[in-house]
T-cell receptor
């Protein structure tokens, strides 16, 4: 069975500081991995996704994530946080054989302090 | 393009009442999904429809039914609402093409409170 674990339900950083949101997955088959962002009172939107073409994936708004098979991780980073990055972030996994069924992590709320 | 739309935005029900949440997409997508979001639990898949005419259970289908009315519309029905169904419900759609990781596009959500 597949699962996703996001370490830390709440992360707080200062504006301009590095953002690191952690995601570990378990999957018996090669997974597809996603990061979604949810701004207050909105639906989710895709930040980036791992397609197996490259282990370092660049997404929107300056975010990127690195797929590390040996560590079963797909951590999300951004070199310099902006106030507008304050949101909830979700890591998700799907099986390559059934891309429709996403399994989401619990979510991490990012707070950005001025 | 409106993308994915959901109605209503907010609803209060009494235990035992029934209601239908509506979802429509204008992106000509084949696949549609219903999720519920609860604090600390992320999003959990209730039902999905890989293509028009098909539906399948997700992680938490109990207490819900769905109808894929046509390619555009996918409704979620609560026959007898329970307080445990208090949640935020999201509809999503994706192209539904074979192969490759698909982006799902989400609606704005429906907040449901069951008293």
């Amino acid at each position: 069975a597949q699962s996703v674990t996001q370490l830390g339900s709440h992360v707080s950083v200062s504006e301009g500081a590095l953002v690191l949101l952690r995601c570990n997955y378990s999957s018996s088959v090669p997974p597809y991995l996603f990061w979604y962002v949810q701004y207050p009172n909105q639906g989710l939107q895709l930040l980036l996704k791992y397609t197996s073409a490259a282990t370092l994936v660049k997404g929107i708004n300056g975010f990127e994530a690195e797929f590390k098979k040996s560590e079963t991780s797909f951590h999300l980073t951004k070199p310099s946080a902006h106030m507008r990055d304050a949101a909830e972030y979700f890591c998700a996994v799907s099986r390559s054989s059934n891309t429709g069924k996403l399994i989401f992590g619990q979510g991490t709320t990012l707070q950005v302090k001025p | 393009n409106a993308g994915v739309t959901q109605t209503p935005k907010f609803q209060v029900l009494k235990t035992g009442q029934s209601m239908t949440l509506q979802c429509a997409q204008d992106m000509n997508h084949n696949s549609m999904y219903w999720y519920r979001q609860d604090p600390g639990m992320g999003l959990r898949l209730i039902y999905y429809s890989a293509s028009e005419g098909t539906t399948d259970k997700g992680e938490v289908p109990n207490g819900y039914n769905v109808s894929r009315l046509n390619k555009r519309e996918f409704s979620l029905r609560l026959e007898s609402a329970a307080p445990s169904q208090t949640s935020v419900y999201f509809c999503a759609s994706s192209p539904g093409l074979a192969g490759g990781p698909e982006t799902q596009y989400f609606g704005p959500g429906t907040r449901l409170l069951v008293l």
